[in-house]
């Protein structure tokens, strides 16, 4: 094996009395004996005992939390509790000292706004290790599935020439010349991924997309990795079965490959709610909840039938929503949505058959000229995770709805080409990485779950 070795690796290879060699940052140091190593690998620190009487002058001093080190030692079972395993130290190099006046991750409970302003530093937490190496596993994971299941993973531009996708408000680019037309920062690579879907059959994307949302919310980033799957030949309930199957799939990885980060952020997540009133804690524990999503199949109706039971639930009649239900056809709220999966169902929900007007034109018309083949997956805590459709194949209701909501056809000469040379049923869905990530993690501020979140006012790093 190539060496330098994690202490993942190491732990796992369990090289009983071998003189071993590790690499990492002080975690803590105590009776000028134990350090508690950690080197990113695994949650798990390493205990490494050195003798303070026959280390050389001024080392003792150098080592704080944060110290970067190289450790030689004796790997043994160890004698103390807490451990299973440590390392009997003989030689100690100081690769990088960490001033313990400066360095502002110390072991005490930080709270995730400071950690935040701290975001090149607080991957060496606990909590944001944990959290990453979750979202690295459920990436491996997105693209497993895929890769398993017959899709091919294509990436699609990052700089666009329409702003016809009407997935958000985008962010244009300046240097117009250059192009010779207005671009943008791409909000969405469907339109494109439906061009390859109608050649490959199954694609998907998982790229940076990028939406000038000016609310400020714990679900939003100006900046975020989405997954676009678009398959030929399939309706919307394919697409449906496909979005619940995808999504069991990669929680239910994360469930048998990071254990021990989970077990950690459940805990992390009993704690913080032990400091909230009781009707704003969680019901169930993260490990429990993950599973439930695993197990239990989501629960399917169509928009009509949500908003019957919108419009004559408690909350309604008593108005207790901010925006009352009452007309069929308007636009469904983060409360609505909340009421639906937390308080009716208590499940994860797909809604499906929404009214035409609120949705985007690609979207498939139905029979009854008033809704559109779409579909939503709302999830507990996290509202909306996947947003998809059966898209439009035929070309003289695509003409036709393009007009009516006033987009610029010609800028979509390429997208409406597809309609006229061997179109097809096809479909597609977008799911938000970093959403995906706060359920898997428990955490409930997407800020929490990206390395640099990019939010309005804030492009620090
Ligand atoms: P929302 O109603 O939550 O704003 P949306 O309807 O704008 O979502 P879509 O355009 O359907 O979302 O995008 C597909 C998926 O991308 C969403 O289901 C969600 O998971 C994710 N998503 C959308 N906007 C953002 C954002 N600003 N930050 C992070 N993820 C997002
Ligand atoms: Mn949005």
Redesign the pocket.
């Known amino acids: 094996m190539y060496k330098p070795e994690t202490i993942k690796q190491l732990l796992e290879r369990n090289p009983l009395n071998d003189s071993v060699t590790v690499m990492g940052w002080v975690r803590t140091f105590r009776s000028n004996r134990f350090i508690a190593l950690n080197d990113g690998s695994t949650l798990t620190t390493l205990q490494c005992v050195v003798d303070f009487e026959t280390l050389e002058d001024g080392l003792l001093s150098q080592i704080h939390t944060g110290t970067a080190l190289k450790l030689t030692g004796l790997f043994v079972e160890s004698q103390g509790k807490g451990q299973s395993v440590e390392i009997q130290v003989n030689n100690l190099e100081i690769l990088g000292t960490a001033d313990p006046d400066h360095f502002p991750i110390q072991p005490k409970k930080h709270s995730l706004e400071f950690l935040r302003e701290k975001a090149h530093l607080r991957i060496r937490t606990n909590t944001f290790a944990a959290i990453m190496r979750v979202r690295s596993a459920l990436a491996f994971a997105v693209h497993q599935y895929f890769n398993s299941n017959g899709f091919f993973y294509m990436n699609t531009p990052i700089i666009t020439g329409s702003d016809a996708e009407g997935?958000?408000e985008m962010f244009k680019l300046s240097n117009t010349d250059f192009f010779g037309k207005e671009t943008h920062l791409t909000?969405?690579g469907q339109l494109e991924a439906e061009t390859y879907a109608m050649g490959l059959g199954k694609v998907y994307t998982f790229g940076p997309t990028f939406?000038a949302?000016n609310s400020n919310t714990s679900?939003?980033?100006?900046e975020?990795w989405?997954i676009e799957p678009e398959m030929a030949f399939y309706d919307l309930e394919d697409t449906m079965e496909l979005a619940e199957d995808f999504i069991k799939n990669t929680i239910g990885y994360v469930l048998e490959h990071c254990k021990e980060d989970l077990s950690f952020l459940e805990q992390r997540l009993t704690d913080e709610d032990k400091t909230k009133p009781e009707n704003e804690r969680s019901p169930m524990l993260l490990l429990e909840k993950l599973k439930f999503v695993v197990d239990k199949p989501f629960i399917r109706l169509s928009y009509t039938e949500a908003f019957e039971i919108l419009k004559y639930s408690k909350e309604n009649q008593k108005k207790k929503f901010k925006y009352p239900i009452s007309e069929w056809g308007s636009d469904l709220q983060s409360e609505h949505e909340r009421y639906l999966v937390e308080k009716h169902f208590n499940a994860p929900v797909v809604l499906f058959d929404y009214p035409a007007k609120i949705k985007a034109f690609y979207m498939r018309l139905n029979e009854d000229q008033q809704t559109v083949r779409a579909m939503?997956v709302l999830f507990p805590g996290i509202?909306?995770?996947?947003?998809g459709s059966q898209r439009e194949e035929r070309l003289d209701v695509l003409e036709l709805k393009i007009n009516q909501m006033g987009i610029d056809a010609q800028e979509l000469w390429w997208y409406l080409e597809l309609r006229k040379f061997g179109t097809a049923v096809h479909s597609g869905f977008?799911?938000?990485f970093?959403?995906l990530v706060m359920f898997a993690t428990g955490m409930g501020n997407?800020r929490d779950v990206i390395p640099y979140p990019r939010t309005p006012q804030n492009a620090e790093f």
């Open positions: 997935a958000g909000v969405s939406r949302e679900r939003h980033l100006a975020f989405m939503d509202g909306e995770i996947v947003g977008g799911l938000g970093e959403r997407i």
